[in-house]
């Protein structure tokens, strides 16, 4: 995996990670105003950055997308454990 | 129902085979206090669950524990990946790699396969929130003893990772169990219970 696109997945992780976090934070304090404040602060940024990922890179996730082309690409790009294309193992 | 989004919740890229860690790494994949135990634990308590904020927890940790599962898997398969019979050998992956190959099946570290056994749902609130609270402390204890006997530190950042959220899940748990609490005192106190909050 190039260094950009390493760097672009691991910022999307960062957010989506931060997002995950604040979710459970609200699922048990469900009327913290700050907290939902920022988690949609950091969905809208999580958004553009997936969205910029996507168009660049590879889709993450199929069921959004309505522009697929042939071949069917959710085959062709790597999947997370797989790790031989930036300096794992061959 | 599940969307799959194609990456890890934190990332792995582990360069060096090590199949004696991975011997010990695969019990948090099918072990009694492992990630898959964990997932269907909760995802399974969450339909008894009485009131709101226990039904999203339950329903949305467990979810994150299909994630730290897939973690697990990650490590397991990066740490075993194009070994040679001398490396098999070598570093007494033998047995398991007689019956599983370079598969990643769902064991403990002694070799006992996955069991439901490790787990209880006991569709009662105050039963399964304490059985969570000591399964998220028995998880974090066994990512600390994997962290006493790993020395590499492509292992041991997710290892990290992972120890931390077992903490985070339980002061989430801890939440849940103190309204849960607070209800049964209200409903002994006035005779009702707040239906929901």
Redesign the interface.
């Known amino acids: 995996m190039n260094r950009d696109k390493q760097c672009a997945?691991?910022e999307?992780?960062q957010l989506?990670?931060r997002l995950?976090?604040l979710?459970?934070?609200l699922?048990?304090?469900?009327t913290d105003q700050r907290a939902i404040d920022e988690f949609n602060k950091t969905a809208s940024k999580a958004k553009l950055m997936r969205e910029n990922f996507e168009k660049l890179y590879?889709?993450?996730?199929?069921?959004d997308k309505e522009n697929n082309t042939c071949p069917w690409q959710w085959v062709k790009?790597p999947?997370?454990?797989e790790?031989n294309e930036?300096?794992?193992?061959? | 129902m599940w969307?799959?989004?194609?990456?890890?919740?934190?990332?792995?890229?582990?360069?060096n085979?090590n199949p004696k860690l991975a011997q010990f790494i695969i019990s948090q994949y099918g072990g009694p206090d492992g990630e898959l135990a964990a997932s269907l634990r909760y995802l399974s308590q969450r339909y008894s669950m009485p009131f709101?904020?226990a039904r999203?927890?339950l329903n949305?940790?467990g979810t994150?524990e299909l994630a730290h599962l897939?973690m697990i898997?990650?490590i397991v398969?990066?740490l075993t990946?194009?070994l040679t019979p001398e490396q098999v050998k070598a570093q007494g992956f033998g047995p398991y790699y007689v019956d599983h190959g370079l598969g990643v099946y769902p064991q403990s570290a002694a070799g006992t396969p996955f069991t439901a056994a490790a787990l209880q749902v006991k569709g009662d609130l105050i039963a399964d929130l304490n059985e969570n609270l000591a399964a998220e402390q028995k998880a974090r204890a066994t990512y600390e003893n994997i962290l006493k006997l790993a020395d590499d530190p492509d292992v041991i950042e997710p290892i990290k990772f992972l120890r931390a959220r077992e903490i985070?899940?339980y002061q989430?748990f801890g939440?849940?169990l103190r309204?849960a609490e607070e209800m049964i005192n209200h409903k002994k106190k006035y005779g009702i219970g707040l239906k929901d909050c």
């Open positions: 997945l691991n999307l992780m989506d990670f995950k976090d979710h459970l934070y699922d048990t304090h469900p590879y889709p993450l996730t199929v069921n790009s999947w997370p454990w790790n930036n300096g794992g193992m061959k | 969307n799959y989004d194609k990456k890890l919740q934190y990332p792995i890229n582990i360069k085979t709101e904020i999203a927890a949305d940790i994150e897939e898997g990650t398969h990066q990946k194009n985070v899940h989430r939440e849940v309204k």
